[in-house]
């Protein structure tokens, strides 16, 4: 899966709408943020919560040249959470936390403008 940072470039090849409910983004509470100095790029761990239906899962994020660790907890953030757990190093990353790249292609995490419920998925 190759990923495009660059904003000129055009859109994906077009998919079908049902394509896209198979995606399943939820939102969720960062509860625990850790250092992981295991990872080959610099991450965090996250723990994120996304309330009774999923629960709490795992996610290895690629963010710390645009957050410190003492600013994720409590943060709203949005992951895919129904693609198959993932093994980075000794972490098992059980959902894809998203966002977009600013201008030095660095990760934007991707939060809702108003609050929303934990679990609520994205459409």
Known sequence: MHLHHDPAAPAASEIAFDDFLKVDIRIGTIVEAEEFPEARKPA??????????????????????????????GRKVAAVVNFPPRQI???????????????????????????????????
């Open 44 to 73: 965090y761990r996250l723990l994120i919560d996304f309330g009774p239906g999923i629960g709490q899962k795992k996610s290895s994020a690629q963010i710390v040249a645009n957050y410190a660790l003492e600013d994720l907890r």
């Open 89 to 123: 190093g000794p972490v098992r990353s059980e959902v894809l936390t998203v966002g977009f790249p600013d201008e030095a292609g660095e990760v934007v995490l991707f939060t809702p403008d108003k609050d929303v419920p934990d679990g609520a998925r994205l459409f």
